[in-house]
């Protein structure tokens, strides 16, 4: 370690600065690891089966020293993983509906993707197509220091697109992939197009750092309040389980009050207000034909269901499928969780036959005598 002796006054002022704006904002927008801590370990113990909490070292993948929370099932098994993305403001507590049936059948992994819940929350790089590739250079640090080989991953609305993203540079270590709601795969919309306003909009909200979810931040202590009103499409899904719905809302909270670390990555890759900048329809067909697709939509979604169809025309001699659940929301995964999960699973089930034929099917080697 380097010593400095006799360091510069304005450098100590501007770190004293800097740490007492951190403090201030905290205590404004109540934000405590400890707090986010107790919350999801509140969500988590629903689970009936033993899971492990771990956070695993990614190295320098956007910041100096990243770390990925993980939370790990039934490692033991010896069939396929599955890794699991979720969308934008969540988090692992929001899978709590999902994990012991997924984890069922085989090893299951639900990460804080880098820069949300409680993975490190370093500084994307604002350039759409290198924020893009630090997505993936995190998932990918994360699959080799767990020691993966090949994984399902089921990725849900941004999480589904960065599942993609992931399968375009490493199809090796992607045996199928299981899209929900996914985001980022339409082009923006001719009506958005014409609106100047909204572009206009759209430019000053950057210029002024406002992100998707600085509402929240802005909102400080009232804003669980306000999500327990506000949101009870997600909080009201998870009284079977947390019969104070104040729980979820104070997760939803926690996990968004602090600094927009995974915003700022995925404003570089979107724009006006939620259009991808680089739609994943565009690059469908250049994902390996060999990897397996299945698409699970809400049928009240807000997210466009043709893009499961299109997939289907660009990759015709793919394997893909489209499933809806009817009267479900953006958040079908905990609309009806019971639907979703048989989805996910015989998905899962379907692509463990067709990895299996297609090992038994490659030629073996034979030995000379």
């Not at 680089?278 to 997210?303: A, C, H, V």
């Not at 979703?340 to 038994?360: P, S």
Request: hydrophobic letters at 40%.
């Amino acid at each position: 370690m380097t010593r400095t002796k006799n360091p510069s006054p304005k450098k100590i002022d501007q770190s004293d600065e800097k740490h007492s704006e951190q403090r201030l904002l905290h205590k404004w927008t109540r934000y405590s690891s400890a707090k986010l801590e107790e919350v999801e370990e509140t969500l988590l113990s629903a689970l009936r089966k033993p899971y492990e909490s771990i956070f695993v070292d990614v190295g320098q993948c956007v910041g100096t020293n990243d770390k990925i929370r993980t939370v790990a099932l039934n490692r033991e098994s010896s069939n396929i993983p599955v890794l699991l993305l979720h969308g934008l403001g969540a988090g692992v507590g929001l899978w709590v509906l999902n994990l012991d049936a997924v984890a069922e059948y085989r090893p299951m992994y639900a990460i804080d993707i880098l820069g949300f819940g409680r993975s490190s929350h370093p500084k994307y790089d604002p350039d759409t197509a290198a924020a893009e590739r630090q997505f993936v250079t995190s998932i990918e640090a994360w699959r080799v220091a767990v020691g993966i080989d090949r994984m399902y991953i089921l990725g849900h609305s941004m999480g589904g697109y960065l599942a993609c993203s992931y399968a375009l540079s490493h199809p090796e270590r992607v045996a199928g992939l299981i899209l929900a709601d996914p985001w980022g795969f339409m082009e923006t919309p001719p009506r958005i197009k014409r609106k100047y306003w909204i572009r206009i909009l759209y430019r000053t909200a950057r210029k002024m750092n406002f992100y998707p979810l600085t509402v929240v931040r802005m909102a400080g202590p009232t804003a669980a309040w306000i999500l327990s009103r506000r949101r009870t499409d997600i909080t009201s899904r998870f009284e079977s389980i947390v019969p104070d719905e104040r729980v979820v809302a104070d997760y939803l909270h926690l996990v968004n009050a602090q600094k927009p670390s995974g915003e700022s990555g995925f404003c570089a890759i979107q724009k006006n207000f939620g259009w991808p900048i680089n739609p994943m329809l565009k690059r469908i067909d250049q994902i390996d034909p060999s990897i397996p697709m299945t698409f699970i939509y809400g049928s009240e979604s807000w997210i466009d269901l043709e893009a499961g169809e299109i997939t289907k025309a660009k990759r015709a001699n793919s394997f893909v499928e489209v499933k809806i659940i009817e009267n479900a929301s953006h958040h079908l995964y905990a609309d009806f969780p019971d639907i979703f999960n048989k989805h996910v699973n015989d998905a899962c089930f379907t692509y463990d036959a067709r990895f299996n034929t297609q090992r038994t099917a490659e030629p073996t080697e034979v030995a000379e005598g």
